[in-house]
């Protein structure tokens, strides 16, 4: 069974992005962007909701194309809607048991882009499995939470911190759903 894994820059604060998806004081360069860069390379399959793949349009993300050229996309919303979609990108509705599908098919763990609502959705469900926080030095305050708006507990296991340049951490935890 494939993993889900939330790989997700974060505030101290928790937060994911900032007022009006402001990610600017996110660590942007160096080695640990270049681990996660890499890390992204051994995943052959994305999840994200409606909002982050919109996201990707400010950064030229074309509609119905894919953000990442060697996955296969799997975008969450219940009302998104492509004209004549590359391939790779396959809209789902919110049903658990399109989570359930790809979580049994062969291929790699599942990267899970993003989050916010749709992290929320999931993490409600106990359906992420791992979380790997790339914790940057900034506070902000206000913005989209690491899981949207959950109010769940669940305890984590830390199993891998890696320090880098530039005072980003990426710290890895088992999600231990009771």
Sequence with gaps: MRKIVYYVASSLDGF??????????????????????????NFDTVIMGRNTYEFGYKYGLQPGQPAYPHMKH???????KFKDP?????????DLSEI???????????????????AS?????????TLKLKLNPLILGQGIRLFGSSNSKYKLELFETLDYENGLQIMTFNIVYL
């Design 86 to 94: 590359n391939p790779q990108v396959q809209v789902k509705g919110l």
């Design 121 to 129: 959705w999931l993490l409600e469900n106990k359906k992420i499995d």
């Design 100 to 118: 359930d599908k790809l979580k049994a098919e062969e291929g790699t763990d599942i990267y899970l882009c993003g989050g916010g609502q749709f």
């Design 16 to 41: 994911i992005s900032g007022l009006n998806d402001d990610i600017s004081g996110f660590v942007a360069t160096g080695n640990g962007v270049e681990k996660y860069l890499a890390d992204l390379a």
């Design 74 to 80: 799997y975008i969450f919303s219940n009302n998104l």
